[in-house]
């Protein structure tokens, strides 16, 4: 059972970075991961997905409209760790972000299609 740990959250100003990781354990190729982030009283949304095919190529299959252009979703297979680039970070992407994943090329962006899942990691931006 693939397992999953996020890392690299914490408080920055509007128009600040930082870069999340999270580490897999287990064989991910083949597998559609992707970050998903969840406001205090908001539903949990995707982020970004990106699908990693069995010679472990990995392609970037979607972006909320709400980052693109900002936030890069990246893999480095030789570590099995899966990134979030987030840059010119503004107040409303304050949320936990999550790390996800599924057996399967990623055919929707929805959390409820990923049933592996991280711990969570806390992104706070201060205006």
Avoid at 31 to 54: L, N
Avoid at 93 to 114: I, L, N
């Amino acid at each position: 059972q693939v397992q999953l740990v996020e890392s690299g959250g914490g408080s920055v100003q509007a128009g600040g970075s930082l870069r999340l990781s999270c580490a897999a354990s287990g064989y991910t190729a083949n597998y559609c991961m992707g970050w998903f982030r969840q406001a205090p009283g908001k539903e949990r949304e995707g982020v970004a997905t990106i699908y990693t095919d069995p010679l472990v190529r990995s392609y970037p299959t979607y972006y909320a409209d709400s980052v693109k252009g900002r936030f890069t979703i990246s893999r480095d297979n030789a570590k099995n760790t899966l990134y979030l680039q987030l840059n010119s970070l503004k107040p409303e992407d304050t949320a936990m972000y999550y790390c996800a994943a599924v057996p399967s090329y990623c055919k929707s962006a929805r959390p409820a299609a990923f049933p592996i899942w991280g711990q969570g990691t806390q992104v706070t931006v201060s205006s």
